[in-house]
């Protein structure tokens, strides 16, 4: 028994599957690209364990960047004091001034090249610039960037 129309003639009924087969298709490659972007764009990250002294020797080469919405505050290491080494870093503008982070690394670096970094953010500051104040450390040559909670 077919199916008819208004008319009474059969209606061809084919189902053309090469657009789905196409949907299904450039779906799995979306899928794929964005696997391997997630695993290229992943920021290697370093629990400290807990211990006397490690903790004392990492507390002495720790630089803490907090992220605030008037710019940047600096903890610098015990062996980093002097102008070079300001504690605050105002916005330039309205943006977070990178190239002066970076100057400022860069130096504490020369003096001291095992110095390691953490960087923390207010409630109000964009995730961007936390990421972009990790990547400016990671350009700077800090061997290791850490977010801290």
Known sequence: MGMSGD???KLNIELNLVPFIDLLSSLVL??????VWV????????IQKKGAASAAKREDEQLSIRLTPGGFELSWPNALTGDD??????KAGAAFDYPALELRIKRGIAKLPSMSASVNADD???YGA??????TG???GLPTVGLEG
């Open 7 to 9: 008319s009474g003639e």
């Open 30 to 35: 979306f899928l794929l690209l964005t696997a």
């Open 39 to 46: 695993q290229v764009s992943a920021i290697n990250s370093q």
């Open 85 to 90: 080494y300001p504690t605050r870093i105002p």
């Open 124 to 126: 109000e500051v964009d």
């Open 130 to 135: 936390v990421i972009k104040t990790i990547d």
């Open 138 to 140: 990671k350009h700077s």
